[in-house]
């Protein structure tokens, strides 16, 4: 390809990991067994990696005993505790399947993923605040509530034969509340029908390639997708993140992003497992003053966290009150991280090597990374350049050919952190990866001559206003640059006189007041007229997903509803 083209490719040093993550586990165990590999702040648990290994181990041998193994698939419906991660490095230990089930899915979003995903067995917690998991579970399956642990038999899941009860608080608690429920501490019980040497075998037996997780998509619009992920994709993902971060055996990555999604699993505690780092298990789920604390008590060297994380720990009243002047480093990605944010983070929270990633579930998931090498202007501004070994084009919408440097297209991905596929549907793996293996973004954004690639937004939240494209992302990053600005959302609604008109909504920083006419004004001269917002409302907060995206349809429908609503007033 031609220097004047958007592509580019990395063949970095060092090479790929061709191992299995059972494989890395035992690799950096044998090197550090003392050094901790877990903390748990709500469960006041800690574990060196000897004492992980050995847990895992046990976990793996019990899944074993009840007839688990290489390809099965096993879901896990629960907040952040150690269990998670214990369940997460047992069923790759096997070779099984790890579902990941978003804490926040009610009735009809589970049967949705035990479902689409086949699931045989489901580990989950009793309850989290006011979700009740055991009742949803046993409305959608009342066989539970007659049958014996091992013998369960569902006509609406015909392929789930066991469900695992855990308590995080005490794991080994010996209250079932419905019949048909295994409890933890028989799982354990189970592992001394397996040995060791059964486990070997089993593990040794196993291939870097093969599927090892399903993660479903954040579900903005619509159902989510099954991404099938295998030991290649994440554990290489997760190591050359680590790479970029300088991270090593010395680091403590304090974690407030949940388990269950990409950013959580293979970002924080892949990442730490891979170099020897320690996971510190902030808070069951996210909680501003919990993830501080967490950081200043265990003198974390790293945090990691999608935007609005970040501005609800720098808003929170005890930020100033604590000590986190051991942060050094961390990666901000989920959503479009706004320059000015990152500076404050660099500056506030001692963060000077904070990172940028960019990707998404169907790439394991970072394809791009800024490092703290690059110049302030390209940490703050663009998501770095792509991961060793991995490919990046940007490509023109019509005709799919590689655009110029600095024009924008579509960012496409190829290499080794490409999905195997979503699971069961073909057709829906043909839509996002091409013939020659390219997975289509859906995100729009331009490529330097470096290959450093600044995203514009996503083709759907694309606004054409009269003939002329306008991208939300850089009116926010625009007014968020307002001091009394804590956070905005910018979109189209119908109109129709010039097809689409751009709609703001703006929350604003706590204890300040804004007006439509302040924020207008401050946009007068400084971003061209078409992309001053037509509506401009303030909200005390957004609708977003659990792990902190902003759900624009959501906030579209309500607007065109009010919208039209005034207009039939009028």
Request: hydrophobic share 40%; aromatic share 8%; proline share 6%.
């Amino acid at each position: 390809m031609g220097d004047n083209l958007s592509y580019f490719r990395t063949d970095g040093t060092p090479p790929l990991l061709e191992q299995t993550i059972p494989a890395r586990l035992a690799e950096i165990a044998d090197r550090f067994p003392e050094q901790e590999a877990v903390v748990s702040i709500p469960q006041g648990r800690r574990l060196t990696y000897r004492e992980l290994t050995k847990a895992v181990s046990e976990l793996a041998r019990g899944l074993m005993g009840l007839g688990f193994g290489k390809g099965k698939r096993i879901g896990i419906w629960s907040t952040n505790n150690i269990e998670w991660l214990l369940i997460q490095l047992a069923t790759a230990q096997i070779g099984a399947i790890l579902v990941n089930i978003n804490p926040a899915y009610r009735s009809r979003e589970l049967a949705f993923a035990l479902q689409r995903s086949e699931v045989q067995g489901l580990f989950l917690i009793p309850s989290f605040k006011t979700s009740d998991y055991v009742a949803m579970l046993t409305e959608l399956v009342p066989e539970l509530l007659h049958s014996s642990p091992d013998t369960l038999a569902s006509n609406e899941f015909p392929f789930l034969r066991r469900v695992v009860l855990y308590e995080a608080a005490d794991p080994m608690a010996t209250n079932r509340p419905v019949p048909g429920f295994t409890l933890w501490g028989e799982l354990l019980d189970g592992a001394a029908a397996v040995n060791e040497a059964e486990l070997t075998i089993c593990t040794s037996s196993l291939d870097p390639r093969e599927p090892i997780n399903i993660q479903y998509t954040s579900g903005t619009t619509g159902f989510p997708k099954a991404v099938v992920l295998s030991h290649r994709n994440i554990l290489n993902n997760a190591y050359f993140s680590a790479l970029a971060m300088h991270f090593c055996e010395l680091d403590r990555l304090c974690v407030p992003v949940p388990f269950y999604h990409c950013f959580g699993m293979v970002l924080a505690n892949l990442l730490c497992l891979s170099v020897g780092a320690c996971i510190v298990i902030a808070c069951e789920h996210f909680e501003a003053g919990q993830v501080l604390a967490a950081a200043a008590e265990e003198h974390c060297t790293a945090i990691h966290g999608v935007p609005t994380m970040f501005i609800a720990e720098l808003e929170h009243p005890s930020f100033n009150k604590l000590d986190i002047t051991s942060l050094r480093t961390g990666i901000m990605a989920g959503a479009p991280c706004p320059p000015s944010l990152m500076q404050r983070v660099m500056r506030d929270m001692h963060c000077s090597e904070i990172l940028i990633g960019y990707g998404e579930t169907e790439a394991s998931p970072l394809t791009h990374l800024t490092t703290p090498e690059d110049t302030l202007a390209r940490r703050i501004n663009t998501v770095g350049r792509n991961l060793p070994h991995q490919e990046v084009k940007v490509v023109d919408l019509a005709s799919g050919s590689t655009v110029r440097l600095g024009e924008v297209g579509e960012i496409c991905f190829r290499g080794y952190h490409i999905m195997q596929g979503y699971y069961h549907d073909p057709e829906a793996t043909g839509k996002a990866i091409d013939q020659e293996g390219w997975l289509h973004s859906g995100d729009l954004g331009r490529m330097d001559r470096d290959g450093y690639v600044q995203i514009t937004g996503r083709l759907k939240e694309m606004i054409i206003r009269g003939g002329e494209n306008i991208y939300p992302r850089e009116i926010e990053d625009y007014l968020f640059t307002h001091p009394k600005v804590a956070g905005v959302a910018v979109f189209g609604v119908p109109d129709d006189f010039y097809g689409e008109e751009i709609m703001a909504w703006i929350k604003p920083r706590s204890g300040t007041a804004l007006s439509e006419e302040e924020i207008r004004a401050f946009c007068r001269d400084k971003i061209a007229h078409y992309k001053i917002p037509r509506y401009i409302w303030f909200v005390e907060e957004f609708p977003m997903t659990v792990t902190g995206k902003l759900q624009k349809y959501k906030m579209r429908e309500q607007a065109v509803a009010r919208l039209q609503q005034e207009k039939g007033v009028s």
